[in-house]
């Protein structure tokens, strides 16, 4: 072999063990796409931020969407009466090895959220906009998030931190942007306001770390000033979750 071919080869190695040293992802992107119309897909519903006896009128379920998407179609339908002034109401998916999540592997989380909103925009409401005051945040944790009740206030709160404000975010979960829909509320019936549907995309702002048993938990919620009748259609889910600098467990 020649003296040329041997620096070469001693280069690229070289080049390959200082990538590792700085800690270069050893491991592909994630790609995982949810379609509700396929039914729930391992999401889970729940509510926080209100207290223990008030009349939320919550609801959720896989419903049809409403006919003027004429999609056919099915969505996750999450519902509440914000008489707290503070509602969060989110989905939430457990994703482990089976998805390709590797332990104590750091990722940084995107996503893609089409979800039906009938919140118009420019409308009033009490304490907010029924849109422009509705905040949806999505992001990703280690541990799984919870609603749990404190017993010093009768108030069910989250486990994990989606922000303290409506439209703040947290290391749980990031500021995506409202749910208004696009439509004026002056030349709608707002009696029976129609639902449009949205696409947002949203890097989440927190890099987010697989736990030692290579779980990894993904959020989607919304966050409500507005004190009135919320009802939004989760369509459907896209996450792509890139490796960042790999920290191998001890």
Same mark, same amino acid.
């Given at each position: 072999?020649?003296?040329?071919?041997?620096?070469?080869?001693?280069? &690229?190695?070289?080049?390959?063990?200082?990538?590792?040293?700085?800690? %270069?992802?050893?491991?592909?992107?994630?790609?995982?796409?949810?379609?509700?119309?396929?039914?729930?897909?391992?999401?889970?519903?729940?509510? *926080?931020?209100?207290?223990?006896?008030?009349?939320?009128?919550?609801? @959720?379920?896989?419903?049809?969407?409403?006919?003027e998407l004429e999609?056919?179609?099915?969505?996750?339908?999450?519902?509440?009466?914000?008489?707290?002034?503070?509602?969060?109401?989110?989905?939430?998916?457990?994703?482990?090895?089976?998805? =390709?999540? $590797?332990?104590?592997?750091?990722?940084? $989380?995107?996503?893609? #959220?089409?979800? *039906?909103?009938? *919140?118009?925009?420019?409308?009033?409401?009490?304490?907010?906009?029924?849109?422009?005051? &509705?905040?949806?945040? %999505?992001? %990703?944790?280690? #541990?799984?998030?919870?609603?749990?009740?404190?017993?010093? @206030?009768?108030?069910?709160?989250?486990? $994990?931190?989606?922000?303290?404000?409506?439209?703040?975010?947290?290391?749980?979960?990031?500021?995506?942007?409202?749910?208004?829909n696009g439509l004026?509320?002056?030349?709608?019936?707002?009696?029976?306001?129609?639902? $449009?549907?949205?696409?947002?995309?949203?890097?989440?702002?927190?890099? &987010?770390?697989?736990?030692?048993?290579?779980?990894?938990?993904?959020?989607?919620?919304?966050?409500? =000033?507005?004190?009135?009748? @919320?009802?939004?259609?989760?369509?459907? #889910?896209?996450v792509t979750l890139?490796?960042?600098?790999?920290?191998?467990?001890?």
């Open positions: 072999m020649s003296r040329s071919l041997l620096i070469a080869g001693s280069l &690229v190695l070289l080049a390959g063990l200082i990538a590792c040293a700085e800690g %270069a992802p050893t491991s592909p992107p994630i790609q995982l796409s949810f379609d509700f119309c396929q039914g729930a897909q391992g999401w889970e519903a729940g509510f *926080a931020e209100y207290s223990l006896g008030m009349d939320m009128q919550l609801e @959720t379920d896989i419903r049809p969407l409403p006919s999609t056919g179609c099915s969505g996750y339908y999450l519902r509440g009466m914000n008489r707290s002034d503070d509602l969060f109401m989110f989905l939430k998916r457990r994703l482990g090895s089976d998805d =390709g999540i $590797v332990p104590g592997q750091e990722y940084r $989380v995107e996503f893609t #959220i089409v979800l *039906a909103s009938n *919140a118009p925009s420019g409308a009033v409401g009490i304490g907010g906009a029924p849109g422009e005051s &509705v905040f949806l945040k %999505a992001g %990703a944790s280690t #541990i799984q998030p919870e609603a749990y009740l404190d017993p010093a @206030t009768d108030y069910y709160l989250m486990n $994990v931190d989606k922000g303290l404000d409506n439209s703040g975010g947290g290391e749980a979960a990031s500021l995506v942007g409202h749910i208004a004026s509320a002056n030349e709608i019936d707002m009696e029976n306001p129609p639902y $449009v549907s949205l696409q947002r995309s949203h890097v989440h702002t927190n890099i &987010v770390a697989a736990s030692p048993d290579g779980e990894l938990w993904l959020l989607v919620g919304t966050d409500s =000033g507005f004190e009135g009748l @919320t009802g939004i259609y989760y369509q459907s #889910i896209a890139k490796p960042v600098e790999y920290r191998p467990l001890s």
